[in-house]
């Protein structure tokens, strides 16, 4: 089955950016997600990436896909102590066209 | 901006009791969504529901569990009795279609004692 994975912590200093990685296993990903998550809060969509794109940037967010390795990664630049939340990644396939399949998580520490 | 909201915030509840979480999805949105998230485990899917009946269910979405669109605003999902594994937060999601993003609410945190 399907198989998402990243690591669960990353402390980085106020300023720099911060990089999250995640691999998932289903080569028929659609779409693939990151979410964060607050203390207490659901999950807020952050941004996406449909599959056939190697790359989305959003303001201080930048997605970068690659397919061949399955490898997802979320960067934010200039990190600031708001962006301390769990980062969730996800991916759709198009098998089970109306779920996600979520990663672990990676808690992010911004340190000043 | 629209969003997802979800009642009651929090759940305690017996083993063996019926519960309902209840949730009011974005208003223009067709299909409607519950996951869970046990602390420390990932978040899990359960249910994925489109045009008044389940169009996807993971197996955990057994017999105990079931969700209704009593009405055009909100969608509850009932556990019939529950147990001691049942404790997590259940979040509920909608999307405008079947392939668009999905929007969470906060999650009702359910405690089963």
């Known amino acids: 089955g399907e198989d998402v994975e990243q690591s669960l912590f990353l402390s980085v200093r106020e300023g720099d950016s911060s990089v999250i990685n995640c691999t998932y296993t289903d080569s028929s990903s659609t779409y693939l997600y990151w979410y964060k998550q607050e203390p207490g809060a659901g999950l807020q969509l952050l941004t996406y990436i449909f599959s056939n794109m190697d790359m989305k940037q959003d303001q201080r967010l930048t997605v970068l896909l690659n397919k061949k390795d399955k490898h997802l990664s979320l960067r934010i630049a200039d990190t600031q102590t708001g962006d301390s939340a769990i980062y969730f990644c996800a991916e759709r396939n198009t098998g089970t066209a109306s779920k996600l399949t979520f990663g672990t998580g990676t808690r992010l520490q911004v340190t000043l | 901006e629209p969003e997802v909201t979800q009642t009651p915030s929090h759940q305690v509840t017996q083993m063996g009791q019926e519960v309902i979480l209840r949730c009011v999805p974005i208003s223009n949105h067709l299909y409607f969504y519950w996951y869970r998230q046990i602390l420390g485990q990932k978040v899990e899917f359960l249910v994925s529901?489109?045009?008044?009946?389940?169009?996807?269910k993971s197996e955990i979405f057994d017999d105990q569990f079931s969700v209704e669109r009593p009405d055009g605003s909100n969608f509850t999902l009932k556990i019939r009795s529950t147990k001691l594994e049942d404790s997590a937060m259940y979040f509920c999601a909608s999307s405008e279609y079947g392939e668009s993003k999905l929007f969470f609410g906060s999650g009702t945190q359910l405690s089963v004692l």
């Open positions: 529901f489109y045009n008044n009946e389940i169009s996807e």
